[in-house]
């Protein structure tokens, strides 16, 4: 199993009226959480090594999931998705991504507290670790479903990795970071030091910072930070295009998207929240596709860790539904930003079929 695989589950609901008004389902994006240890991807393929998530990782997910529990399946909480069930999770069917998705479902349907059960003898038996659910998630790999992951094995994309690491885009983004590439060069333990491995460089010296005492001590924050300005350079360029129906890695994620955002609105729906566990790059492509950088170019970069992006469906009295976008970058942001689409604060979810390029959509 490959880093860039994406992990897909889906929570159950209780029936309500239909006439009711207000949210009415979510799809969610999340980002995995910290690694052990540096996951390299080639930069001429982008085919990477197994990730590990560490135990700072699974806290980070377990956070997000605990985030989420309180803002969508709190009957209190304005964002509370109507008859969502809220103490017993269903689902339909380790690298990072895996075991992040079971960290986060940790967090959002926390052990059960009938978790007791009384034997015809009358011995009680308490169920592990204190009424643990084991809620089932779906793993798939890049070549089971390619729409999850268009970049690996497409000959385009391999195009324009090409055009783009021998193209004048690259060679003066590196000319700007040679500086700084030389300042990195006696930290990185003989790892290429080009522009050309440039996320490798930062997410090296981000797993050294963070889990390293020695190198934290050595390493100054602020050339950790220059890495990170000049891998989100590198990222952007890879997976943005400034044509709408060019390489974005989100594009292919549309129409699972869109399937979950439809399937929300029939009457006998059983499906409430998706969430889909994935690594940085879908999230550069949909805040790049739906133009959410213009009015937040603060997000034209990497999300943290256990960041999430959501994906909120609601009805009106009208009948109509509308999606509007939220972000959450990782666990330093206490609540979800909203984020506006094509200069909008939300779309009716016919306007945002039309308005974003997707394959496989009717």
Same mark, same amino acid.
């Given at each position: 199993m490959i880093l860039s695989n994406f992990i897909t589950f889906f929570l159950p609901y209780t029936v309500v009226n239909s006439a009711n008004v207000g949210l009415i389902g979510v799809v969610l994006l999340a980002h995995?959480?910290?690694?052990?240890g540096t996951v390299f991807q080639n930069y001429t393929t982008y085919s990477s090594m197994q990730g590990y998530l560490s135990a700072y990782g699974s806290s980070q997910e377990y956070e997000l999931g605990t985030f989420l529990?309180?803002?969508y399946l709190n009957? +209190?909480?304005?964002s509370y998705i109507q008859g969502i069930n809220i103490d017993v999770a269903d689902a339909g069917g380790g690298n990072v991504i895996l075991d992040s998705a079971y960290a986060l479902l940790q967090g959002l349907y926390p052990p059960m507290k009938e978790s007791k059960t009384a034997l015809a003898n009358g011995q009680i038996v308490t169920s592990p670790l204190g009424g643990y659910q084991y809620i089932p998630v779906e793993s798939l790999e890049f070549w089971q479903a390619p729409s999850l992951t268009s970049w690996m094995e497409c000959e385009y994309f391999q195009l324009h990795l090409s055009r783009l690491n021998n193209g004048v885009v690259f060679k003066d983004a590196a000319a700007d970071a040679s500086p700084f590439l030389q300042a990195f060069q006696p930290y990185l333990n003989g790892l290429n030091g080009s522009f050309l491995n440039m996320w490798n460089i930062y997410d090296y010296l981000n797993v050294q910072y963070t889990h390293n005492e020695t190198f934290y001590k050595s390493f100054p924050e602020s050339l950790l930070e220059q890495a990170h300005h000049f891998a989100n350079i590198h990222e952007q360029n890879v997976f943005t295009n400034s044509v709408q129906?060019?390489?974005?890695?989100?594009r292919t994620l549309w129409p699972e998207?869109?399937? +979950?955002?439809?399937?929300?609105?029939?009457?006998?729906?059983?499906?409430?929240?998706?969430v889909q566990e994935v690594d940085y790059k879908p999230f550069i492509s949909l805040f790049n596709i739906t133009n959410a950088t213009v009015t937040n170019p603060e997000i034209s970069r990497s999300a943290d860790y256990a960041s999430a992006v959501a994906l909120e469906l609601s009805k009106n009295t009208a009948g109509e539904y509308s999606v509007a976008l939220k972000f959450k970058n990782g666990i330093n942001d206490n609540e979800f930003q909203s984020l506006k689409m094509f200069d909008q604060d939300s779309l009716t979810f016919p306007q945002l079929v039309s308005a974003v390029p997707n394959d496989r959509w009717p």
């Open positions: 995995h959480g910290d690694c052990s529990r309180e803002t009957p +209190s909480s304005p129906n060019g390489v974005i890695a989100i998207i869109f399937w +979950s955002l439809g399937n929300m609105t029939l009457p006998n729906n059983k499906v409430k929240l998706v």
